[in-house]
């Protein structure tokens, strides 16, 4: 299916020899019209494909902002496997960055705060604070 085909294209993304701007050319448009799929299997496994991305370790550091902002609304998802499921990839592609360290201000850790403290669900709740503790975070200055 085309839902199918667009799963495989973000999936193989991480192993083409692109540059920073190819990468988000090809792929940003494409994860923002799957994570609003009508089907929440089809948003779970597209958040895990961008994850899959940004873990292999060739993927441009610049790659992973962009990334990490198309996921942020996944944690306001209707379904909380989908809310889940971005904490986690969220808590593991902030690692990528050139130190491995995340500003404090960054929009992905505000969302995981909100999405720890406030979530309904407590499998969202733990998977966002467990990303959190597996974010290392620099102050300002």
């Known amino acids: 299916t085309t839902d199918e085909a667009a799963e495989r294209i973000i999936a193989s993304v991480g192993q ?4 920073n701007d190819e990468y988000c050319k090809v792929i940003y448009k494409l994860v923002n019209l799957m994570v609003a799929h009508r089907d929440p299997v089809v ?3 597209v ?3 961008v994850g899959m991305i940004a873990s292999i370790k060739n993927v441009p550091n610049a790659f ?3 990334i990490g902002a198309t996921l942020i609304p996944s944690l306001t998802d209707s379904e909380p496997t989908v ?3 971005a904490a986690r990839v969220l808590g593991t592609i902030t690692q990528y960055t050139p130190t491995g360290l995340v500003n ?4 992905i850790i505000a969302n995981l705060i909100m999405a720890a403290a406030g979530d309904q669900d407590a499998n969202v709740r733990e998977a966002a604070a467990a990303a959190l503790k597996s974010i290392k975070v620099v102050k300002n200055g």
């Not at 083409?16 to 540059?19: E, V």
């Open 64 to 66: 992973v902002s962009p």
């Open 16 to 19: 083409l020899d692109i540059t």
């Open 43 to 45: 948003r779970v496994r």
């Open 47 to 49: 958040v895990r494909a």
């Open 104 to 107: 404090q201000e960054n929009p």
């Open 83 to 85: 809310r889940a499921e």
